[in-house]
């Protein structure tokens, strides 16, 4: 079982900075690839940034894209981050982290595990 404990939302200005942070447990957490989807009000879940378990492939959204980075610790962390820079009002929303068969395509749309999620809001 592979359990995930999102960290680091909160409320930020526009045009600031967030990490958010997934604490991944269970064994073969390296060979997940990893991914952030959000879901805002009245919208479906979508997914933001991917990772796979070398950190050799990344998706990213086009509309973060440039602003977020998607990076993970496959050492002793445990650990993958979201970094989100040049925050905007659109960007708030619950985000989750997810874990699954590791692939860009299989993280995106399928992934097996998911966190509580931790909520961003980013004032105008």
């Known amino acids: 079982q592979v359990q995930l404990v999102e960290s680091g939302g909160g409320l930020v200005q526009a045009g600031g900075s967030l990490r958010l942070s997934c604490a991944v447990s269970g064994r073969t957490f390296s060979t997940y690839a990893m991914g952030w989807f959000r879901q805002a009000p009245g919208k479906e879940r979508e997914s933001v940034a991917a990772?796979?378990?070398?950190?050799?492939?990344?998706?990213y959204a086009d509309s973060v894209k440039g602003r977020f980075t998607i990076s993970r610790d496959n050492a002793a962390r445990n650990t993958v981050y979201l970094q989100m820079n040049s925050l905007k009002p659109e960007d708030t929303a619950v985000y989750y982290c997810?874990?699954?068969?590791?692939?860009?395509?299989?993280?995106?749309?399928?992934?097996?595990?998911w966190g509580q999620g931790t909520q961003v809001t980013v004032s105008s």
């Open positions: 997810a874990a699954g068969v590791n692939t860009i395509v299989q993280v995106t749309t399928t992934p097996k595990y």
């Open positions: 990772i796979t378990w070398s950190g050799g492939n990344t998706y």
